[in-house]
C-alpha cells in the first residue's frame, strides 16, 4: 500500500501523510476510542477529495472527514483515510445581509464566524462548549447545539443548504425542495436521483411514517442525535399536509459524515442576542426540587436554562481563582438553576427576571433566587465550567468515560427519569452528578472507569447498555448532540426499532454503496467496548525518569491525562496563550493534545529499550516552545513543557548533545568568560562579520540580533558598592536571586530592583548562589539542572521564610523554584518550603502594596501610558495581575495589558535558524501590532529577557522591565 499511497500523494495539491507519527496523532480525537489510520490527508481543494473518493474505493477503504477532531463519541476515528479539512477549507464564502444567511466552509471556526458576522449585526445560534475550536463541519456532522438551544435550536435548524461530493464523486447541492422540485429529482438518472427516489419509495408509506412516529424520539425533544433523522423528513409536505418543504439537510445534519463529503455549507443566521442580560440562580435544597422548577421556568421567554448540582460546587471550593466567581451562592446548596433572560432595555429584563423569580417563589421550591448581571453572569458561568473542568481532571488510571453523558428526554419526563437514572448509577456505586441543559431536558453524566482492566470494559458497556433501556422506557433520545459516534452507535436498533433501522441501513446503501465514508458509525456500528485507547489488562511499563512525576503517577500517566479536548487549538483572539506553535502552523502536529499523544502512543507501544529514543518524537516536540501555557490552560493541566524536557534529556542519552545545544545550555559558563572582556566580545557580537561567522557556524538566524553582555555583571556591582542599608526604618529583609539573565545581559535591570527596593526601605539580600537552570532544562541537560537544584536549595533552604521571602527579577529563572525544582531536588520538603515563600518581584511588590507599606505617594503624578506583554511562565503559573497593580502605583499612569500570548522568543529558540520563522509568526499573532500600533510616548513594558530581545527584534521599540519603570517614577 505504501507505493500506492505515494502515487496518491502526488495527484493532491494538498498533503498526505502516512508515517507512524502522523497516523498515531490522529489515531484518537475526544474519546475513549483509538484506531492507527492509512493515512491522514489535508485536501486543499474539491478535486483533491473526488481523488480521495476515487482511491478509497478503487482500494476498498475508506475516508474518515475531520475538523477539530473534539468528537466525544469516537467520530473521527477509523482505519481509513482521515481527510482533515481543519487546514484549508476555511473561507467564509458570502453573507446575504437580507436574507441572513452566510456560506462557509466546513473548516471555519464557530467563534471566528460570530467575530465576522457581529458587524452585521448577526451570528449562528449553536454554541457548543467548544465553540472557540470547533468548526461548522463537524457541528453539521454531529447536529451540535449548546446552552442556547431552547432559543435558537440546533445546527440542524439552521442549514439552509449543502454543497456535498457524493462516493461517486459527483457534487450536488442540497437544499430546500418545493413539490415540483422534488419531482424533477426523483426523474435524474444520476446518484443523486436513487438517493431521492430510495428517501420515497422508504418513507411514503403511511404506516412507515407511523412507525417512524412511534419509535424515533418524542418530537418535543428538540436536542436528537438518534440515528439518521428521517422522523425530520417525513414532516416535508411531500410525505404530509404540511407546509414545509423537503430538505435532505436535515437528514445530512447529525450524519457524521457517513453519506456525503460536505465542501460548502449555507446556514440561516440570527439576528445579534438583546445586549442586556440578567441571570436568576436559584438556590435549592434538593435535586428534586430543582428538577420540578424546570417546567414552571421554562414557561418563560428564557436564553439559557442550565444545572448544576452541589459536587461540581464543592470542586471549586478550594481553587483560588474560583473564590471570586463562588460570590452568588446563598449558603450550601444542593443545586443551581441558572435561568438566564435578555431584552434591548436592563429595565424590561430585569422586569423579566422578576416575573421569573415571582413563579420560583409562588412553586415554594427554591430558597434562594440571586439576580445577575453583566460579568457576574459570566464569572457564575465560569464556575460551572471550572467545577465541570477540576471534576474530570483525575489522577490515576479511573477516567471519566463518555458513554451515558448525552441523554435527552422531554420536560415533563426529565424529574422522574432522573430519579430512576440515580438509582441505576447506584446500583453501580457510581455518584450521580448532575450537570444538566435543563431547559432542553438534557443531561450530561459521565461514570468514573478503569478501561485499563476487563472489568471496567465490561462495566463501560453494563452501564451503557442499562442507560440506553431507560432512555428507551421514556422515549427520549440517547444522544442529545454529542452523536452516535462508535460509543452509541450499537443502540440505535433498540431507541428505534429494527424496521426503523434497516430504512437506515438502506438509506446508507444508496448514499454510500461502497462503504467509503466513515464506516462503523451509525449503521453497522462498530463495537462500542472495542478499539479503546488502551489495550485491557495490559501489563503498564514502567518508565523511570529524570523529573519527578510522581503527582501524576508517572510520565505515562501525564500524557494519558490529555483527553483530547482540542483546547490546544483555539485561535489568538480568543485569549490565552495555549498553543503558540499550532497558533503558527495551523497543523494538529503542533498541538499540545499531538505531543501528549504521541508521547503515550511510544511510551505504551515501542520495543525499544530506551522508549523516547524515536526520531518521530523529536519531530513531535520540536516545536514546543515550553511555555507551560497547556499546564493552566488544558482541563487536563498536562505538563507539556516537562514532557519536553524529560524527552530531550531521554532521547540525548541515546544520541548524544549538539554543540549547538551545548552552547545555549551553558550560555551562562560562556558569558562568564565573555564578561570578562565585555567590550570585545560584544563587538564580535555586534559586528557585521564576525556576528554572521558566529550564527552560521552555530546554526543561529541571520535575522537575530546577538544579546550583548553588560559592561560590569551584577554580582560584581554588588561587591564594589557593599551592602548599604536602607535609610529608613526597615520594613523587612528580603533575598533577591541574582539570576543569569540579570547578571551578565540586563544588570542595569538589577541595579533598577536594588535602588527600588532600597527606597522603598527593604533590606536586600544576594547571596552566593548558583545560576537557576533554566538554560539546562530548556535543552534537556536535567542532569545539571538537578545539580543546581541541590545546590540552590541547600543554600537558601535556611534562610527564606515568610517574614524573609526570596524574590526574582526574571520569570522563567525564579519560577524554577515553584516548579522544576520540586521535580528534581533531592531535599523535596526544603524545596517546598523555599517555593511557598518564593516570589516574581513584582508579586512582592503587590502584597506590600496590599500591606499598605508602598503608597502611591512615593512615586510621581506625571501622567504616561504604558502596554505591559507577560512573560508565559508568569502567566502559566502566577498572573499578570501583579505587573499590572505595580504599574498603576503611580496615579496617573494608565496601564493596559496586552492580550498576547507567547511573543515567540522562548528562550533559544527564536535563535534557531530553523525555528526563526515560527518564532516571528508567534510574535505577530498579538503582540508585534499591539506594539507598532502604541504611540511613541507610549511605553512597552515586559517583564521578560527573551519577550523584550523579541520585541525589539520584531517591532525595533525598546522594551522595559516593570522594575525600571517604577523605580524611574520614584520621588527622589
Not at 541 to 565: H, V, W, Y
Not at 570 to 586: L, Q
Not at 861 to 890: D, T, Y
Amino acid at each position: 500500500m505504501q507505493n500506492q499511497l505515494k502515487t496518491l500523494q502526488s495527484k493532491l495539491s494538498g498533503e498526505l501523510f502516512f508515517d507512524d507519527l502522523v497516523k498515531s496523532i490522529y489515531a484518537t480525537d475526544a474519546s475513549v476510542y483509538r484506531m492507527l489510520p492509512l493515512a491522514v490527508a489535508y485536501p486543499k481543494t474539491t478535486n483533491d477529495i473526488k481523488v480521495l473518493i476515487e482511491f478509497a474505493k478503487a482500494h476498498k477503504t475508506s475516508l474518515i472527514p475531520r475538523t477539530a477532531g473534539t468528537s466525544l463519541a469516537g467520530q473521527c476515528v477509523g482505519k481509513g483515510i482521515v481527510v482533515d479539512v481543519s487546514k484549508y477549507f476555511t473561507k467564509i464564502i458570502a453573507i446575504d445581509e437580507k436574507a441572513k444567511t452566510v456560506t462557509v466552509q466546513p473548516g471555519v471556526v464557530r467563534d471566528a464566524l460570530n467575530n465576522y458576522l457581529k458587524p452585521y449585526g448577526l451570528f449562528f445560534g449553536p454554541n457548543t462548549s467548544t465553540s472557540n475550536r470547533c468548526m461548522i463541519g463537524g457541528m453539521v456532522g454531529n447536529n451540535s447545539s449548546g446552552t442556547t438551544s431552547i432559543k435558537y435550536g440546533v445546527t440542524r435548524d439552521k442549514i439552509v443548504a449543502l454543497q456535498t461530493i457524493l462516493s461517486d464523486g459527483s457534487e450536488v447541492v442540497f437544499e430546500a425542495l418545493t413539490a415540483s422540485e422534488f419531482e424533477e429529482k426523483l426523474n435524474l438518472s444520476t446518484l443523486e436521483g436513487k438517493i431521492y427516489n430510495t428517501i420515497y419509495k422508504e418513507l411514503n408509506d403511511k404506516s412507515v411514517q407511523n412507525a417512524i412516529r412511534e419509535k424515533f424520539p418524542k418530537p418535543e425533544i428538540h436536542r436528537r442525535n438518534t440515528g439518521y433523522a428521517i422522523d425530520e423528513l417525513i414532516k416535508a409536505d411531500v410525505f404530509s399536509a404540511s407546509s414545509e418543504k423537503f430538505n435532505m439537510c436535515k437528514l445530512l445534519s447529525g450524519s457524521e459524515g457517513t453519506l456525503a463529503f460536505t465542501t460548502q455549507i449555507t446556514l440561516q443566521l440570527d439576528d445579534l442576542p438583546p445586549e442586556h442580560r440578567v441571570m436568576v440562580a436559584a438556590h435549592f435544597d434538593s435535586i428534586e426540587k430543582c428538577l420540578q422548577a424546570v417546567v414552571p421556568a421554562m414557561q418563560h421567554n428564557l436564553f439559557t436554562c442550565e444545572m448544576m448540582d452541589k459536587t461540581i460546587l464543592d470542586c471549586t471550593k478550594r481553587n483560588k481563582t474560583q473564590q471570586e466567581n463562588r460570590q452568588f451562592l446563598v449558603e450550601d446548596p444542593e443545586a443551581i438553576l441558572m435561568c438566564e433572560v435578555r431584552s434591548k432595555t436592563l429595565q424590561d429584563a430585569k422586569a423579566q427576571s422578576q416575573l421569573l423569580i415571582e413563579t420560583l417563589e409562588n412553586s415554594g421550591l427554591s430558597y434562594a433566587n440571586p439576580i445577575l448581571a453583566g460579568n457576574d453572569i459570566d464569572k457564575a458561568n465560569n464556575l460551572r465550567s471550572a467545577g465541570l473542568g477540576l471534576l474530570g481532571n483525575i489522577i490515576g488510571d479511573e477516567k471519566s468515560a463518555a458513554c451515558i453523558e448525552d441523554t435527552a428526554v422531554s420536560l415533563t419526563d426529565l424529574e422522574n427519569y432522573i430519579s430512576e437514572f440515580t438509582a441505576l448509577m447506584k446500583g453501580y456505586n457510581q455518584k450521580a452528578i448532575y450537570y444538566a441543559h435543563a431547559g432542553a431536558g438534557e443531561l450530561h453524566l459521565r461514570p468514573i472507569l478503569n478501561l485499563k482492566k476487563k472489568e471496567g470494559v465490561a462495566l463501560f458497556r453494563k452501564i451503557t447498555t442499562d442507560v440506553a433501556h431507560l432512555v428507551k422506557k421514556y422515549n427520549g433520545s440517547f444522544s442529545g448532540e454529542h452523536g452516535d459516534g462508535i460509543v452509541r452507535a450499537e443502540f440505535i436498533p433498540l431507541m428505534i426499532g429494527e424496521n426503523n433501522y434497516g430504512i437506515l441501513k438502506r438509506i446508507k446503501q444508496v448514499f454510500d454503496p461502497n462503504t467509503i465514508f466513515n464506516p462503523g458509525k451509525i449503521v453497522d456500528a462498530f463495537p462500542m467496548d472495542a478499539s479503546l485507547r488502551y489495550e485491557a489488562d495490559r501489563e503498564e511499563p514502567q518508565i523511570a525518569t529524570m523529573l519527578d512525576f510522581s503527582k501524576s503517577q508517572g510520565i505515562l500517566r501525564e500524557a494519558e491525562k490529555c483527553n483530547g479536548s482540542g483546547d490546544c487549538r483555539k485561535f489568538p483572539e480568543f485569549g490565552g496563550t495555549m498553543c503558540p506553535s499550532y497558533r503558527a502552523t495551523r497543523n494538529e502536529k503542533d498541538t499540545t493534545r499531538a505531543r501528549a499523544n504521541a508521547l503515550r502512543e511510544f511510551l505504551t507501544n515501542s520495543e525499544k529499550s530506551n522508549k523516547f529514543n524515536h526520531k518521530a518524537l523529536k519531530e513531535v516536540f520540536d516545536l514546543c516552545l515550553s511555555c507551560k501555557a497547556c499546564s493552566s490552560e488544558c482541563p487536563s493541566s498536562v505538563d507539556v513543557a516537562s514532557l519536553k524536557a524529560e524527552f530531550l534529556y531521554q532521547y540525548q542519552k541515546a544520541n548524544g548533545v549538539s554543540f549547538r545545544t551545548k552552547l545555549f545550555a551553558y550560555n551562562n559558563t560562556f558569558n562568564n568568560v565573555g564578561s570578562k572582556f565585555p567590550k570585545l566580545t560584544n563587538f564580535v557580537f555586534s559586528n557585521r562579520i564576525t556576528a554572521s561567522i558566529l550564527k552560521t557556524s552555530f546554526g543561529i538566524a541571520k535575522e537575530r540580533s546577538l544579546p550583548k553582555l553588560s559592561n560590569k555583571s551584577l554580582n560584581n556591582i554588588i561587591k564594589s558598592i557593599g551592602s548599604e542599608g536602607v535609610k529608613n526604618l526597615k520594613i523587612k529583609t528580603v533575598y533577591l536571586f541574582n539570576d543569569e539573565f540579570t547578571n551578565h545581559l540586563d544588570t542595569s535591570i538589577g541595579v533598577d530592583a536594588l535602588k527600588l527596593l532600597k527606597a522603598l526601605n527593604y533590606d536586600v539580600v544576594v547571596l552566593n548562589h548558583s545560576e537557576s537552570g533554566r538554560a539546562f532544562l530548556s535543552k534537556g541537560l536535567l542532569e545539571q539542572a538537578k545539580t543546581l537544584a541541590n545546590k540552590n536549595v541547600d543554600v537558601f533552604k535556611t534562610k527564606i521564610s515568610e517574614s524573609t521571602p526570596l524574590i526574582g527579577i526574571e520569570p522563567s529563572a525564579i519560577l524554577t523554584f515553584k516548579d522544576e525544582y520540586l521535580k528534581l531536588a533531592d531535599d523535596k520538603a526544603s524545596a517546598e518550603q523555599i517555593a511557598a515563600y518564593t516570589f516574581l518581584i513584582e508579586e512582592f511588590l503587590q502584597n506590600e502594596i496590599e500591606l499598605g507599606h508602598i503608597k502611591p505617594e512615593q512615586f510621581t503624578l506625571e501622567a504616561k501610558e504604558v502596554k505591559f506583554h507577560g512573560h508565559c511562565h508568569q502567566k502559566a503559573m502566577r498572573n499578570q495581575l501583579s505587573s499590572f497593580s505595580i504599574l498603576n502605583l503611580p496615579k496617573n499612569y494608565k496601564v493596559t495589558i496586552i492580550p498576547s500570548g507567547c511573543c515567540g522568543m522562548a528562550g533559544s529558540f527564536g535563535y534557531e535558524k530553523e525555528h526563526y520563522n515560527v518564532s516571528m509568526q508567534v510574535g505577530e499573532q498579538t503582540l508585534f501590532p499591539a506594539v507598532r500600533k502604541a504611540k511613541k510616548e507610549t511605553i512597552i513594558a515586559a517583564n521578560g529577557t527573551s519577550c523584550r530581545h523579541q520585541i525589539k527584534d520584531g517591532t525595533g521599540r525598546v522594551a522595559k522591565h516593570p522594575v525600571t519603570i517604577l523605580r524611574e517614577a520614584l520621588v527622589q
